[in-house]
Each structure stands twice: as structure tokens, then as C-alpha cells.
């Protein structure tokens, strides 16, 4: 398993973390640019297990997409991670659910809202393969 | 409902009728409960609501009797025998719920840190609200390996799949309001049990009364072929070649098709190579079709659908390419109705005639105008579930079928045949649920809803090591997987380095023993269990094995929020109401019974993943933002349900809103009813990612040793026998199939005294049919007690029933019977227990979606006296 991965920055690593008031600090419906991002990532079920952290935090440019922030954890992660969600580099398998700030993400291209700064992303595994 | 005064105003403390679902089957029909003082007296249909539009079966009219039945558990049961066996008492010993649960928990937290893959989860289908609770939970606890017993195993691999390929649903039925003429193969939509039950038996008999033909293709004629115009017998499990051959008569010899569809909304013109595979644009990848215009091979999203071919060969790139239609009007050839006759036994004549009226009455190129919109018109459906599905070949016996529908166009459109509702806007409202089609790069079909979020196209790559306990990480179109019970489990296990072996068990309701196959074989992968924890309604021959035993509420004492959803499951296809009923508790719980949410909820906060139950119940509700559920909150299922509900329908409409009014419904759009033409999706007549596919599966499983036979992995449909099919052993000369008895739900009502007595009334419920003609060449008399014996020395022993009514080489046997366990006295010894003849393992399991072989050759001989 082989993914394409796009690394935060050393520097952006090495940011103390933004926090949730920058949020509301900006303007709904500015074009402005954030300068920094910050993912809070909650992992769910099987894998909760990669991590003793919950929620997990990453930093990642402010253009970031989601399919960014996928692959930036896959990286932090392992690939055992990856093996489990990705099943190809940006895709996502159908049963990896996975919710910023509440809503599905259908298509990992997209970024993340660029009027915030910090970000919840939720991921769960639903395999169960239904019969019957 | 027929409340009288005297109901009303008589003097009781408590007279009241309540809106909720029966449960005696998936069906989850829609139903009043009439309670007096405490006690539910009666149970009708609820007219109001479009699930049963306000009828019950026979199963549904008899629930009480399930419900009060006296031998209902009403405690939890701790085994105090630590051996287990067909001949071990367990030693039952009482204990309190706190007892359970903190043992249960306790299993819960040690396997979840060490590897919560060794947790299996096994459901029955007959409980369709037990479906999302355990869904969530192991999603939550984070095991893959969840199953849905022999209901699943048995039915669905293949139905489910293609329905949701070509159909974007989990299963099809004809347009009952249009359809002229259907063609059943080894299906009763509409005369029996199965999804959406009720309201199309009301459906189909009005089309029936409407002057509907209706042509069943069955070894059987039993419900749907009795109330056919035309009983069409074959031989068991030759579906795909009668199919086939009837679509070589309409391509080959009337030449009868639907030019414009084919173009516009299948794969028929994507240029194949050599290779067996698309002719990609170097570019794009985008598959190429032959302009006949400008003359050249271009991609398909470039050429307008008119001027695609769909004959000729072309060269491309180097390479000669023919549209995919061009291949499929050779492959068809091969199945010359005389050549098909010898396969099926249905006469060449009367398949010339079965096709030529199908294709003439889909009418090609017709148009109708509903509600002001102007749609096709293709009153023809040929449609397949159980009996065809019942094969190792299920695959390409329910694609055959289906290329009936794609060739004339009669898919999702006015009068054809219908995917259970896979296009829906949403209420006015709230604009939910809402889910349509979309096609995927090659523009083939992805469904909109699914059952849960394995779905059925496009495939996933198959991987190594397998991390689920039935392979489906290898046998990717593999829904529920025969190899959590099979025999031949751990040398599969060891073969494709699952890393992890089963530790615990948890089982919803499912009679295992019973439902997958031989029960020694079952009773042996179960023995492997460290520990079993059993939900059941009664002691079955199951929970016998199970070392916790809890009680569980009966439908009449649970909540659903979304009895009838998923909509592709069971609401009623075809115009008429988008409808969401619920079940609400109509009694509490009797003793100590708890329900099966509940208890969920109660064993996550024990076992301290509460918080992923949540995130899990967010992912699988679709729960939107203010609805969603946060961190660890400890939620009741019944502000769970509340959430879900609000979430769909809005903050008004909670949980108490639906109690009161049972559902909410709103009118159907003629765009999503018939929404094959509004949706720029197409889907494959010619399965191209089949070859690969199964190139992908062999790189993996023959270096360990498993041969995958690759005419299953074939793009194009064929008929393929099963081992029944290779068996000539002398005096071998019968397939032996089982069918869903329309007053029997699986194993479960067989202990319905009501029930039980209509079966005893009926000849075949709990009796062994065979043809009459066949029974007197050997000897066999109406009545005679026999042994029907398979070759592996498999054998149960049955009453016969002659009939005129089944294949001369078929023997019908009805439902899950035959139970041995005192859990169920009523059900006890009653009927014949097919399943017991069946092998579990990989050499009856197909290779391509994992279905088990469900037919089998045996040999039939009388009892001797003092057998
Ligand atoms: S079809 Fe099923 S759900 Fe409907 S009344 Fe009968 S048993 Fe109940």
C-alpha cells in the first residue's frame, strides 16, 4: 500500500496550537485566508487504536483539503492506518465514514472551509457488510 | 381498524390502539395494536401507512401468539455446565441483569484491548430494527466481523448485489400499477414473504385482476406460480441458461431491443479490446465508444448517445474493438433454446414463445405521460430472488435475468421492472433523506443508498491479509460469508493469514444451528467460542450453546425510529407514498426482558467505549448538526431514535410526534419513481471489471493453494451447474431445494401455535413434495415416510406429498423446520430440517460472491420399519 503524502511543514508542526476563538474571530463569508489550520481529528471504533490521543491534533496549511489532512494522518499513523481507510491514495474506502465539524465529506478534494481556522473531523469504520 | 362505540366507551382503565410495525418478518409492515387494560388484544394493519397499506399476513395476524407465548424468556440464564454439546444440559442458573452485564463487559473490555476483531456479531434478518443497533455497536467496538446468520447467507449475496448494480436497490419487483406482462424466475414478490410483503400482495393482485400476465419460472408452482397465468417449471438452478436463451431469441432472431437505451444508458457501446477489457482513452481513461458520425473512437462523456454503435468492429489505437452489445449478441448465441432445453427441460418452442411475448409486449419506443411528465413506457419486469438467488452461480443467474429488463429498456421507468425506491428528494420539508444515483468515472452506476457501506459497486480491491473473519477483504462482491461456520474455516484462516481467531460471540435472535447448514458442522465453529452471549425471544437450539442467555423484548415491546428505512428495503416501489413508520412499545417489558438497543447502550458504558457508540450512531443515522450525538453522553436508545427522527424531519417532529402519529408520509414524484431517465448514470450489460477482478482474487489465493475457477469472473453471463448439476451417482436423481413457506418466518414461527396450525393444515409446510409421477415410478406413496440422503451421508427423514405441482427431478422442501430443542415445544419436531443436508464450505461456496450452494443432489428411499 503506497500513498501519496503531502507533509505539514516542520514549522507548522512545531506552532503551538490555534485555538478554537480564532474561529469566531473571522468573518463569516470573508475570502480571508487563514494563515494555519487546525485539525482536530477524533478517531472512532478499530481505529481509535492507532492513537491514545483523542482528539488527535494536526496542523496543515490553510488551503488544506481533506483528502490532505486524510493523508498527512496516514503518515503520522502508519501504514496499518492507511491500510485500513485508504484503498487507494485519496480514496477512501466506501465504509470510512469520516465528518468535518459534523458533515459528511463526500469528496476529499474539496478543502476545508476556508472562513475557519480549526476544524473537528470525526472518521469511523463501518464494515459491516449487511445480508439478508 | 373497526373501533366500535362500545370499544370506546366501555369501561376500562386503558382501551387504546397504538401505530407501530410488526416484526415477524423484515417485512416491518405497519400495524394498529388494539391494547385493553395492559393487554394487546388485537393487531391490524395500518391503513394510513404505505407498508401494508393496511393489511397483515397470516404471521402478522398471529404475533400475539408470539408475543404472550408462555415460553418467552424472562430472565438471563447463566450455563453452569462449562461443557457444551447437542447432549450437554447447560445447567441453567438465574442470574440478575448486573450479574450479566458485568460479565459480558468484562469479556467486552478484554478482547476490545487485545484484538476486537475476535468479537463476532451474528443477527437475524427477521428483526429488521436490530439491523442499525448492531451495525453501530460493532463499528464502536471495532470489529469487522459482522453477520447476518443464515437469512443473509442464504438470501441475498447475489439478489441484493446485482439489484444494487443495476438498480441502485437491494432488491427488485415489477411496476404492479403498469407492468403487463412479468416473468417471476424463482421469485413470489407479491404472493408471499419478502420485502415490502403485504402492500405487493395487494399490488400484485389488483395488476393480476388488471390483466397483468404473469409467467413463474420455478421447480415449484406454490404461491406466486398458483396464481400465475403460466407455470413455467425447469429444472433447479438453470435460471441463467432459460434467461439467456430468451435474450439470444430477442437480440438473435426478432432482433427485438431498445436501441436508445442500450446507447444512452448501459455500457452496450464501450469498445472492448482483445484483452476483454474497455478501450481507454490514453488520455483520460475514460472508456471509448465509436462515433459513427465522425468515424472515430471517442470517449463516451464526448459522443452524443445517438451516435454511438453498438455493432461492428472497429479499430483503435492499433487494437480491433467491438461495443460491448456486439460481444454480448455472439456470447447469447451459444444458448439456442434447443441447446437450452436439454440444460433447463423447458421445451425450445416455449422459449421462442416466452421471449418473442416479452419482447413484443415491452412495447420499444413507447412513451406515457404521468402527473404532466412524459416517461417510457415498458410494461414488462422479469425478476429473480430467493430461488434463483439459492446457487453458487447466483451472479450471472440473477445478471441473465435482469439483461431480460436492460435489453428492452424496461428498467426504472413507467411499467418495468423497479428498484425499491433508489431516488428520493426528501420530504418537502427538511429535503431529507436524499440520495440519487451517480455514476463513477466510467459513468457506471454508483447506488445512492445502501444498506450499510459495503457496496455492491464499485468493488473494492481484494487485499491481504484478510482482516475479516469471512474473507470479504478477498472476495470482494461477498456479502455475508459462509466461512464464519464453514468446515473448512481455520485451514482458510490460516491460508490467507488472518491474524486473529473468533473469541466471542454475540448473537441477536439468529438460530444458527438451524439457519446456515448441517448443524454439526455449525455446532463445531460455534464450539469454538470462548464465550456466547445469546438475545433471544425463547431458548432456541442455539442459545443452548451460549453461556449468557438474556431476554429480549418482543416487537410490541421496542422502539425503532426507521422501521421501513433504508427505502430501497422495503417500502413499496412504483407511485404512491414516500412513508417512515416507527414502532413504539405498546406493552413493557414482561419479568426482566430488556431490549436489545438498550442493552447495547448499557454493555458500551460498562465496557468504556461509549463515545465511539455514539460517533458510530452519528455515521450510521446520517445525524445532522444539532442533532448529532456528543462525546460520552450517556443516551437512552429512545432519545437516540428522538435524535434520529428530529434530525430527518425537523425539531418538531421527535420521537412523541411519531408515537402519535405513527409515520410520516408525503407524495412520491413521478422523477423519482421512474428516475432512470432524469439520472446521467449507466449501468454494465458487460461486467469488464469482473476479469480483473478475479485476476486480482487468483494472484492472491492461488500461490496459497486455492484454484479460482475463472468462468465465474467471466463479463459476460453464463450458465454454470453446481455440484448438484456433476452428480450421477446411481439412484442420486433429485434436486432437493427448500423454499420460504408463506406462513413461516426462517426457524422463528414455527413455534407460533396459530401458525403452527395453519402449516399443519397446509400439505407442504411441514412435508416433502414431490412430483407424482416421479414418487409412483419408485414406488412412493402419498404419506410415505422416506429418507432423502445426499451423498456425503447427510440425511433427514419426511413425510412425502405427491403433487403434480413440481419438476419431476425437484423436491420441495418448505421453510426452516424440523427443530429438536424444548426451548420451543410447539416447533419442536414438526417438519423436515433441509438445512441439515447442507455443506458449509468452500468447495459449495461461490467463488465469486461467496453464495452457498443451497441445492443438492440426493436420494430418496421409504423408511424401512423401526428406521
Ligand atoms: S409480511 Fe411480515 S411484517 Fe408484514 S404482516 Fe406479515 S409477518 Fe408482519
Redo the contacts with the bound molecule.
Sequence with gaps: MSATLRLPTADARSRPLLTAELVDGTEPGSNAIVPDRVIRVWLFGILSRFTTERPLILHLPATATFGEAIDTLAHRLGGQFAELVLQEPRKTFSHCRIFADGKHVENLNEAFERTTSASNIEMILVMAAEGG | MNIIESDVTRATADDTWLKSS????????SILAHRVDGVVIKVE?NPDSAV?KGR??????G?LMTHYDPHRLRVPLHRTNPRKGFNEDPGWKQISWDEALDEIAAHLRRIRAEDPRKLVVQRTTTVTASRAPSQAFVAAFGTPNFSTAGGGLHCGNGAHVISGVMHASWSVVPDFEYCNYAIYFGASKGHA?GHA??SNMGKAADARFRGMKMVVVDPFCNFAAAKATEWVPLRVGTDAALALAMCNVMVNELKIYDTPYLQAKTNAPYLIGPDQLYIRDPKTQAPLVWDQESGTARPFTAVPSARMALRGSFTVNGVVGRPAFALLGEHLKKYTPERTEEITTVPAANIRRLAGEFAREARVGSTIVIDGVTLPYRPVAAIAFRGSQGHMNSVYNFLAVDLLNQLVGAADVVGSCLGFNPTCYGHPDTKLPYYVPKADADGLMVTGMWMGYHYPYPTNKPRMPSKQLGLQDVFTMGMTSPFLNSTDQEMLWEKFDVPYRPEMLINYGANLLMSIGNKDVVAESLLKYKFIVSFDLFLTETSVLADIVLPDCSYLQSVDSRSNFPFIFSLPAGLGEWCWPIRQAVVPPDGEQRRYADVLLELADRAGFRADLNAAYNATYDLQSPFRLEGDRKYSFDEICDADLRSHFGQERGLDWFKQHGLIKWPKKPEEVYWRPFVDVRVPIYWEFLKPLGEQIAAITEPRGLKIPRHYYQPLPDWIGCPSHACDAPGFDFYAFYYRDIIH?NSFTMENPWLDEAARLDPFSYTIAMNRASAEKRGLKHGALVWVETEKRRKVKGRLAVTEGIHPEGLGIAALAGHWGDGMPIAKGKGVFFNELLEVDWEHSSPVNLNLDLCVKVRVTAVETGQ
Design positions: 410488526c416484526s415477524l418478518c423484515y417485512g416491518t409492515c394493519g401494508g397483515l399476513c397470516g404471521k402478522g395476524v404475533g414473504a410483503s403485504c418466518t
